[in-house]
């Protein structure tokens, strides 16, 4: 997807924030952090993704700041309250009809733990909640696959917190007979997860975690590492976590389940959804 006039509003929202998030007790180097910011916006390309805009102001920012990774202490946060809900989440799975779709369902609610988008949501009471507005039409095409053989899955992670709820997605597909790998950004960006937040939930226990090179918060395929797109490429089901991946490849990646929450309304508009709806939806083929 490109980079929408529509987002320039958002990346300005969170501009302000992040400069009173880094620099709270000086008014005139918030101005010049957010004047730094705002050339990057700029700068960049309309055609490009909305998560190659973001991976430039915020290196701008760290480059201004000096602070490489702003939210260390809400992803610290966010994995340590995912793991307090874990065990409730983990016996309604267990107790469900149909384990894939709970998994699965809680696994998008906790998308929504996103310091990029403006509005609150309460994740932790939604994700002990029954149900949420969903789409789910690329469930049934998941399952035949999931039913023809033994596959190797490759996962694309995104954000901190919803990284510990993964697990119980993890877990259910590896009993179903299927190998795992999860893959995450491989430096701070926003609240993505990283390996450090991989290991500190102890999903590295679980299956394989792999770095996916990028440094934006969205699977940028010309950012990957070569080693990752190997992986990628290896891989006989691939699921997309979260709308910054969506962001990233759709369009650009064949054979995908995107994964995520509708979280504003440009894409919104190209999914055909409202926002807050939670979306799994199987990508045949790229543009």
């Known amino acids: 997807m490109e980079t929408a006039l529509a987002c320039r509003s958002c990346f300005e929202r969170q501009i302000d924030s992040l400069a009173d998030h880094l620099l709270p007790h000086d008014a005139m180097q918030r ?13 960049s390309v309309s055609s490009s993704p909305p998560p190659e805009t ?18 260390a202490a809400h992803k610290r946060a966010a994995n340590a309250k995912a793991l307090t809900l874990l065990p409730e989440l983990r016996r309604r799975v267990e107790k469900a009809e149909d384990p894939l779709l709970t998994c699965l369902r809680v696994s998008i609610i906790a998308n929504y733990n996103d310091v990029g988008v403006a509005r609150t949501f309460d994740w932790e009471s939604a994700l002990l909640e029954e149900r949420e507005q969903e789409q789910f039409p690329g469930l049934p095409v998941l399952r035949t ?3 023809s053989g033994p596959r190797k899955i490759c996962i694309l992670g ?17 009993a179903l007979g299927h190998e795992v790998v999860y893959a995450v950004r491989d430096r701070p960006i926003l609240n993505d997860a990283t390996l450090e937040d991989a290991k500190a939930v102890g999903l590295d226990t679980v299956c394989r975690v792999v770095s996916s090179g990028v440094d934006s918060p ?6 990957c590492s070569a080693g990752f797109l190997q992986e990628l490429e290896q891989a006989e089901i691939v699921v997309s976590k979260g709308q910054g991946n969506f962001e990233a490849l759709h369009g650009r990646l064949s054979g995908v389940f995107f994964a995520f929450k509708v979280k504003c309304p440009v ?4 999914a055909g959804l409202p926002e807050q709806t939670s979306v799994f939806v199987f990508s045949e083929a790229a543009s």
């Not at 730094?36 to 700068?43: G, M, Q």
């Not at 969205?218 to 950012?223: F, K, N, S, Y």
């Open 31 to 43: 101005d010049r952090l957010r004047q730094v910011c705002l050339a990057a916006l700029a700068d």
């Open 54 to 71: 973001a991976a430039r102001i915020y290196a701008a920012a760290a480059d201004f700041s000096g602070c490489a990774d702003p939210f």
């Open 145 to 147: 696959c999931l039913e």
């Open 158 to 174: 995104d954000n901190a917190g919803e990284i510990a709820v993964d697990i119980l997605l993890v877990e259910h597909l590896q």
């Open 218 to 223: 969205g699977t940028l395929l010309h950012r």
């Open 267 to 270: 894409v919104a508009d190209l």
